[in-house]
T-cell receptor, first 118, second 113 residues
């Protein structure tokens, strides 16, 4: 079945440091890949997505590239801020299953808690 | 911009009680989902629906029921609450076009004592 593995947290960095959160996946077919962010007490918000191999998703300074050869979708940011402190989830949806790309829900990693210190 | 609205935000139940978690979306999305989030874990899919009158089981459906009588609403029912159902529950929706992201509500924190 489908699965997502992401690095364990918490990850603690100083402000302006470079961020990488690793994510690898196992899936049949052609999944779409997502990064979601969850701030304390809130629901998940879409951060970025990629729908095919070599696509790069980007938003708010974060980037991730869909690497089919290594089945990875690592999240990066060049200079983190205190406001980036949150839990980050990597997720995939089944692709092109005939019902339009993942009607049957997302498969999530366990989440990575990111703490940015001033 | 309401998006996906979940009620209540918090609830404490006794073992054996029943309750319904409400979810409504105003984006005219066909697809809706219920997930549970346990500490240190990602979200697990409970049930989903691809349109009014159509529902299907996800990864962890035991102990729950759903219905979808309208496009907007997708309630989740717990019939006999058990301590193992203590969790944070999230409802999500998405458009039916391929590769669209899911939009999440703020969650319902449920404790079974």
């Amino acid at each position: 079945g489908n699965s997502v593995t992401q690095m364990e947290g918490p990850v603690t960095l100083s402000e302006e440091a470079f961020l990488t959160i690793n994510c690898t996946y196992t899936a049949t077919g052609y999944p779409s890949l997502f990064w979601y962010v969850q701030y304390p007490g809130e629901g998940l918000q879409l951060l970025l997505k990629a729908t095919k191999a070599d696509d790069k998703g980007s938003n708010k300074g974060f980037e991730a590239t869909y690497r089919k050869e290594t089945t990875s979708f690592h999240l990066e940011k060049g200079s983190v801020q205190v406001s980036d402190s949150a839990v980050y989830f990597c997720a995939l949806s089944k692709g092109r299953s005939g019902s339009g790309g993942g009607a049957d829900g997302l498969t999530f990693g366990k989440g990575t808690h990111l703490i940015i210190q001033p | 911009n309401a998006g996906v609205t979940q009620t209540p935000k918090f609830r404490i139940l006794k073992i054996g009680q029943s309750m319904t978690l409400q979810c409504a979306q105003d984006m005219n999305h066909n697809y809706m989902y219920w997930y549970r989030q346990d500490p240190g874990m990602g979200l697990k899919l409970i049930y989903y629906s691809v349109g009014a009158g159509i529902t299907d089981k996800g990864e962890v459906p035991n102990g729950y029921n759903v219905s979808r009588s309208t496009t907007e609403d997708f309630p989740l029912r717990l019939e006999l609450a058990a301590p193992s159902q203590t969790s944070v529950y999230f409802c999500a929706s998405r458009a039916g076009q391929p590769f669209q992201p899911q939009h999440f509500g703020d969650g319902t924190r449920l404790s079974i004592l």
